[in-house]
């Protein structure tokens, strides 16, 4: 979850990692990365993936490059079809997810000028409008749904027939993904203005989980908006980090990573190997991932039951990483020194063995002054991810294009 580098916001999130042994079938799966963090509980895991695999990876070529028309940092795909949502102009994009073709640009919606990332849910894309507003369109490029709302910059969750949206003021809401109808809406109990980030759904569809901006993490019925618990954490920036949310435990970053009881939200363990600027967490099976980037940058897996490391890596930082059987991807850029002489050299994704940090292989930018931009994808046998182009085009702005990437034949 990225916003543009000219709106000034940056915001990142790591993803989960699967350990034990992974073999790529012949034929893809076909399975769908519905919203930021793949599902509605951000883990960030892909477990249908059988393609793309560890013997591979180090073996991606080039499936296609498409110019989009303004900035987009994170893709989902659904249906085949990979949707984007501008951070600049409001526009949402339909690509082909094989051939790289335009299905549809969609203009502005309501009465939005940027957008947050997209969720697909009930055959619609939904997404978060900047000036105010929630918005849905149906997978053909209809606007058909304008919800009035707050400043919704966070990526909406879908899952279990809701929407859910957190706002610039402390605001949660819950919208019905058939209708569009608001189910509820609360002030989280700290207050706003700020940032907070995506909520996260429990597997059962009973709770909904943020980190709400003032340093605390609140946990929140889903059919009645009434908040369960608030729990304390620290100073440092869990308004920036969206809870992952795994079985009885969640995971969650401000000076450090916590594991916390999801029943009680008690701090059952907290890990300081990773400080300064520390990516959200996710999580899948026994293992938990964080990035830093600051005063200790690196790639970190800890121990989801009692958070004690099990490997480091203090050469990769940057964008968060995703997993596909059990493969890490990391864009692994020092995003402090984008503009600099030196920070076109630092970016590519790394692609790592996700139970032992090993590398597998690395892909660079395309061009000179390329450098990735967001989230990676890995789904159905391809790797999706976004370059933004530093170099400026007049009216035409910075070039966004997305690339896609398969092993080679």
């Not at 989960?16 to 073999?23: A, K, L, P």
């Not at 009885?248 to 916590?258: A, D, E, K, P, R």
Request: hydrophobic content about 40%.
């Amino acid at each position: 979850m990225r916003f543009p580098l000219a709106a000034g916001v940056a915001a990142s999130v790591a993803m989960s990692v699967i350990g034990g042994s992974h073999t790529a079938s012949a034929a893809p799966s076909s399975t769908d990365w519905t919203q930021w963090g793949f599902n509605a509980q951000h883990t960030g895991d892909n477990p249908a993936e059988t393609v793309l695999a560890r013997a591979n990876v180090g073996h991606l070529v080039s499936a296609f490059s498409t110019r989009l028309n303004d900035t987009y940092p994170d893709p989902i795909v659904a249906g085949g079809v990979v949707y984007l949502s501008s951070s600049g102009s409001g526009h949402v994009e339909a690509i082909n997810g094989a051939t790289g073709a335009v299905n549809w640009r969609a203009t502005p919606v309501c009465a939005g000028q940027q957008t947050s990332d997209p969720a697909f849910a009930n055959g619609r894309i939904w997404i978060g409008l900047e000036d105010p507003g929630v918005a849905a369109i149906s997978a053909n490029g209809n606007k058909v749904i304008c919800a009035e709302s707050s400043l919704v910059q966070s990526p909406p969750s879908a899952g279990h027939g809701s929407v859910y949206t957190s706002d610039e003021f402390g605001g949660l809401e819950a919208y019905n993904a058939a209708t569009g109808a608001l189910r509820w809406s609360i002030d989280l109990p700290q207050g706003g203005p700020y940032y907070i980030g995506s909520p996260a759904v429990s597997a059962d569809g009973s709770a909904v989980f943020i980190g709400d901006g003032t340093d605390y993490v609140d946990k929140v019925n889903a059919a009645t908006g009434a908040v369960i618990w608030s729990r304390y954490l620290d100073a440092c920036d869990v308004d920036n980090s969206t809870v992952a949310v795994s079985g009885s435990m969640l995971f969650v970053t401000g000076c450090g990573v916590y594991g916390l009881s999801a029943a009680t939200g008690s701090i059952v363990w907290r890990e300081s190997a990773l400080t300064g600027d520390v990516s959200a967490p996710a999580v899948a099976g026994s293992l938990v991932y964080a990035a830093g980037e600051g005063a200790t940058p690196g790639l970190a897996a800890f121990n989801a039951s009692n958070g004690s490391l099990v490997w480091d890596d203090l050469e990769y930082q940057g964008e968060a990483p995703t997993i596909a059987n059990g493969v890490l991807y990391v864009d692994d850029a020092d995003y402090t020194t984008l503009g600099t002489a030196n920070a076109y050299a630092l970016n590519e994704i790394a692609m790592l063995n996700s139970s032992t940090g090993a590398l597998l292989g690395v892909l660079s930018p395309p061009h000179s002054n390329d450098v990735f931009y967001g989230a990676v994808i890995p789904v159905d046998g391809r790797v999706y991810a976004c370059t933004y182009n530093t170099h400026y085009e007049g009216g035409f702005g910075y070039p966004t294009s997305l690339r896609a990437y398969e092993p080679r034949s």
